[in-house]
């Protein structure tokens, strides 16, 4: 009994390693920064709320199979492994402006598995993972919601919504260019055939998810009070899909509190202030690409918006610093848990593939854009 709940203790630690990482952190720098009044201040509760009603919402929705029929139907109207692939990336990328990167994946990996198992193109496996990972991580950069760092500096910094679309829309678009070249070059013209899995959706419960979506997301934008949603959706999930409520990323949005304490602390210590002020003001794009290859972006966002108010360079390089290393952005750990699982003993071929895609991801976008800045 006692050996059975390390070993899940270990496995839950192991799995939610940036929660705990981010503990830690808060722990350390409460003993430099004593609790106080102003820890109150650290915490914003609307990029909190927003992201528990987006992920509720998305969680009850991936319930039913909305994404995987809306993905698989889409697949089929393709008929080569070079088209297919590329449109199943695209669904990745278009999916992770709407429902977030990690649940982008969390719904369409998946689907490339089943797509690529079911018609004998298991040799595309890695390289299409690997796609979709980059294509979750830079597909979100367009929209506020799509990133929960983007949800972050966007609240944060009180953004508005058409200059943050602008700011995002050259990466963006270079993104998409990249991401087709590489699907266009590296995945040969070959027929393919996609089964039907027959999934049919829930009229109702569609409906009425999409409703709850389109207020979630109107939520985001600032059009209703955010502590609308916080009462309206759970109370409805509650009696329609609890289990929806009971799938939220929780340790994400633990992930953010700590990081929040942690953030905040660091912006109180003077000789921190003054050391990462002087790194962003010769440059917070690079500055923060690299700190995002060495703690991740979501932590990168709320850390360097205490040292710099130039949140231009600070969007553009917590976004296309998620690609990289593994754990530059947690969405990268979801797709290699996903491939090993599936392709026990390939953990090395994966990260090799993964590695060379990526590091030529993050040096183009951040040379192309240090120039036009």
């Known amino acids: 009994?006692?050996?059975?709940?390390?070993?899940?203790?270990?496995?839950?630690?192991?799995?939610?390693?940036?929660?705990?990482?981010?503990?830690?952190?808060?722990?350390?720098?409460?003993?430099?920064?004593?609790?106080?009044?102003?820890?109150?201040?650290?915490?914003?509760?609307k990029t909190l709320t927003c992201l528990f009603c987006v992920l509720a919402v998305v969680c009850a929705l991936k319930n039913i199979r909305f994404f995987y029929m809306l993905a698989e139907r889409i697949v089929r109207m393709f008929r080569t492994a070079r088209i297919a692939i590329l449109a199943l990336v695209y669904i990745t990328f278009i999916g992770s402006m709407l429902i977030a990167n990690d649940m982008a994946l969390l719904t369409f990996l998946p689907l490339g598995f089943y797509m690529l198992r079911s018609t004998g193109k298991e040799k595309y496996m890695a390289f299409t993972?690997?796609?979709?990972?980059?294509?979750?991580?830079?597909?979100?950069?367009?929209?506020?919601?799509?990133?929960?760092?983007?949800?972050?500096?966007?609240?944060?910094?009180?953004?508005?919504?058409?200059?943050?679309?602008?700011?995002?829309?050259?990466?963006?678009?270079?993104?998409i260019?990249?991401?087709?070249?590489?699907?266009?070059?590296?995945?040969?013209?070959?027929?393919?055939?996609?089964p039907d899995s027959g999934i049919k959706l829930p009229k109702g419960k569609t409906v009425l998810f999409?409703?709850?979506?389109?207020?979630?997301?109107?939520?985001?934008?600032?059009?209703?009070?955010?502590?609308?949603?916080?009462?309206?959706?759970?109370?409805?999930?509650?009696?329609?899909?609890?289990?929806?409520?009971?799938?939220?990323?929780?340790?994400?949005?633990?992930?953010?509190v700590f990081f929040f304490i942690f953030a905040g602390n660091m912006g109180r210590i003077d000789l921190i202030r003054y050391f990462f002020s002087m790194l962003l003001e010769k440059s917070a794009l690079i500055f923060g690409v690299l700190s995002c290859q060495c703690i991740s972006n979501v932590p990168t966002a709320i850390l360097l918006s205490q040292f710099t108010n130039n949140y231009r360079e600070l969007l553009w390089a917590v976004n296309i610093g998620g690609a990289g290393t593994l754990i530059a952005s947690l969405a990268s750990l979801i797709t290699f848990s996903e491939y090993t699982r599936h392709n026990p003993g390939k953990a090395w071929y994966y990260i090799k593939i993964f590695s060379v895609f990526n590091f030529a991801f993050v040096i183009i976008l951040t040379v192309i854009m240090y120039f036009v800045k």
Do not use: H
């Open 129 to 175: 993972f690997v796609m979709q990972n980059i294509a979750a991580n830079l597909g979100g950069m367009l929209t506020p919601f799509g990133n929960p760092q983007n949800l972050y500096l966007y609240s944060f910094f009180k953004i508005p919504t058409l200059e943050f679309m602008g700011i995002m829309f050259l990466p963006f678009i270079l993104a």
């Open 210 to 256: 999409l409703i709850l979506f389109a207020l979630s997301i109107a939520i985001v934008f600032r059009g209703i009070p955010y502590w609308t949603g916080l009462i309206i959706i759970p109370a409805v999930l509650f009696f329609v899909d609890r289990k929806a409520l009971c799938m939220v990323d929780y340790p994400l949005l633990f992930t953010f």
């Open 1 to 45: 009994m006692k050996q059975f709940f390390f070993e899940n203790l270990f496995i839950f630690i192991k799995k939610n390693f940036m929660m705990f990482a981010a503990f830690f952190a808060a722990v350390i720098t409460c003993f430099i920064v004593p609790p106080d009044k102003e820890y109150l201040g650290y915490f914003d509760l």
């Open 177 to 194: 260019i990249l991401i087709t070249l590489c699907c266009l070059v590296f995945v040969k013209n070959e027929p393919l055939e996609a």
